[in-house]
């Protein structure tokens, strides 16, 4: 085994990305990148014992390995590196704040559409997450580490310091949630606006706006264009924060509803958020009394019958992997190139 390799695998809240997708990164940047095709890879047992991980961790790394064609396995004799002369993996990098959030329905979305179009390039797609901590950026110490293609970076928690130190690093990337560079963007404000003519359309009067963070820039996006394109007859009584979190939503909701005068729709800013408001509703018998409307048009809000902003999440995570695949290869327009995609309402009325 390569001297060099670290036992450094662990899932912290820190780092909550799954151990087999941290094993395959580091065997490819500790052993494939030091051995010669047709070289041995460490044994199952041998891998098990390093890096002190079950070994379903390790076949799981190993089979998905052998998948991508980076090793192959003979019958009886052990698993080696492949001949596939192409001496970089081109991998297209999705960056997230927490990976723990991987899956949330909209992420799961994403996830499928940029593993679709990654392969359909030629690439594939690695999953990485990182979190602040001491007031220092984590993505300033991940720009550093060995990355074989580009970065999509879909992270709002960017400072000016962590933009610059990817363009120092000079690794391509196109950022989902940032107006810089390359980016491909979701339109938040439009969303806001297409919830406030809904509630216009129905003539809702009281409206209570459940939001994940009024921090976020995207969130405040949807906020502004939510309140800006509302009549002056119709009255917000109520904005809560509630994060990402459906249980965190039904609690609020709960909250609410002890008031006499109930509102007569809750505008949520994610679809985790309204599920746990439908929940609510469901058990108070509220739901044909109470309209909901959530943001990203998932499974959720098709099964819980509750209205939703479809941001289109599928096509900005096609659009962002095929532009990143373009710098990679020399393709892409002159930056900065900024896409936007443009936001449906997706009306579901409970009778």
């Known amino acids: 085994m390569p001297s060099t390799m670290k036992n450094n695998l662990k899932r912290t809240q820190e780092d909550p990305v799954p151990l087999y997708f941290q094993l395959i990164n580091q065997m490819r940047r500790e052993i494939l990148v030091q051995l010669k095709p047709g070289d041995p890879i460490p044994s199952e047992r041998v891998l098990c014992q390093h890096f002190h991980i ?10 998905q390995l052998t998948v991508n064609g980076e090793i192959y396995k003979l019958h009886g004799k052990g698993t080696f590196k492949s001949f ?44 990485r997450g990182f979190h602040s901590a001491s007031g220092k950026s984590g993505l300033r110490d991940f720009a550093k580490q060995n990355i074989n293609g580009g970065l999509l970076v879909s992270v709002q928690e960017l400072s000016n310091a962590d933009v610059l130190s990817l ?6 990337c196109v950022f989902m949630n940032q107006d810089k560079g390359y980016a491909v ?70 909250r609410l509803l002890v008031n006499k005068k109930n509102p007569d729709a809750v505008i949520c800013a994610d679809d985790l958020i309204a599920a746990g408001v439908a929940d609510v509703l469901t ?12 943001i990203n048009n998932s499974y959720l809000a098709a099964e819980l019958q509750f209205s939703s902003v479809d941001l289109n999440l599928a096509e900005r995570a096609r659009q ?32």
């Open 84 to 127: 596939n002369q192409t001496n970089n993996i081109k991998e297209l990098v999705y960056v997230v704040y927490n990976s723990a959030m991987i899956c949330s329905p909209g992420r799961e979305i994403t996830i499928r559409a940029l593993a679709e179009t990654a392969e359909k390039r030629g690439y594939h797609l690695v999953i």
């Open 167 to 172: 363009q120092q690093t000079r690794i391509p």
């Open 320 to 351: 962002a992997a095929g532009l990143l695949a373009d710098l990679l290869e020399g393709k892409a327009p002159p930056s900065p190139h900024i896409i936007r995609i443009k936001p449906k309402f997706i009306e579901r009325i409970k009778k």
């Open 185 to 254: 963007r979701l339109d938040y404000e439009t969303a806001g606006s297409l919830a406030a003519q809904w509630c216009i359309k129905r003539k809702f009067r009281r409206i209570a706006l459940f939001l994940p963070s009024m921090t976020l820039p995207d969130i405040r996006n949807f906020q502004q264009g939510f309140t800006d394109h509302l009549t002056p007859e119709i009255k917000i009584i109520q904005t809560a924060e509630t994060g990402y979190d459906r249980a965190a939503a039904s609690a609020a909701a709960k």
């Open 283 to 294: 058990e108070k018998e509220l739901n044909s009394r109470i309209q909901v409307c959530g």
């Open 54 to 63: 079950c070994r379903t961790t390790v076949r799981q790394a190993l089979e």
